[in-house]
């Protein structure tokens, strides 16, 4: 679910219907929908996508949800057919080698470019990340293609210690941006754990939702339970 979240996997969504009667009384009905990932191969959109993953720490992810990459250690490693850029969890800090005056220009000209969770953001991006974690995010752009399959429920109370986000980035007062999801504290909305920022053809979007975190979580568990099954 995690993966699916951000990059827009679409789901078969089976419906459950179900009544509970005692003698000829009903007491008990219940309706839900589940999302069940479809096993044949995915593609998003079609795109041709580079991933630069120093910590190599979201390519299990990619690889488990059946997306097609090609990994980077560098911006000269980028082909001109390449739509989607993600730069992995935890992949930037003081000594990134991506020039980002090469990577606006490459936005400029096209190219869409997902960060996912990060510590550290170089000030030429404009966002600044607190420490502001957030059991709840809340939809403000309900028509971004993010949220396809997604329910507001998806984005509460994630595994663990329920936290959906840690490191936040605070809400800008200006900019040429959209925010996408909201949290906040008690003096109101004033985080944006998604944002898109569109540059001339092309555009970012950071994401400080744990996917990386919590899926990893999510796969000890399940190792550990087959371990002692």
């Not at 001339?200 to 371990?227: D, T």
Request: hydrophobic share 40%; with cysteine; glycine share 4%.
């Amino acid at each position: 679910m995690r993966g699916q979240l951000i990059l827009g996997f679409l789901l078969l969504k089976p419906h459950l219907e179900m009544e509970l009667y005692k003698d000829s009384e009903l007491i008990f009905e219940e309706n839900k929908t589940y999302n069940v990932f479809p096993r044949e191969k995915l593609n998003i959109r079609d795109r041709n996508i580079a991933l630069y993953d120093p910590l190599t720490i979201n390519q299990r992810i990619l690889k488990n949800s059946r997306i097609s990459y090609n990994v980077i250690e560098s911006l000269d490693e980028l082909t001109d057919d390449v739509e989607l850029l993600i730069i992995g969890a935890h992949a930037l800090n003081a000594d990134t080698t991506i020039d980002h005056n090469a990577l606006d220009i490459l936005v400029e000209n096209g190219l869409n470019v997902l960060v996912l969770e990060q510590d550290y953001l170089p000030a030429t991006f404009g966002l600044e990340l607190v420490d502001a974690p957030a059991t709840v995010v809340h939809k403000r752009a309900t028509d971004s293609q993010i949220f396809d399959g997604i329910t507001d429920d998806d984005l509460k109370f994630w595994r663990k210690n329920n936290y959906v986000v840690e490191k936040n980035i605070l809400n800008p007062m200006f900019g040429n941006l959209k925010v996408i999801s909201d949290s906040g504290n008690l003096n109101g909305l004033v985080y944006s754990p998604i944002i898109e920022i569109p540059k001339n053809e092309g555009k970012y979007i950071f994401s400080q939702l744990l996917i990386e975190k919590k899926y990893k979580r999510s796969e000890e568990r399940r190792v550990g339970k087959e371990c002692r099954s």
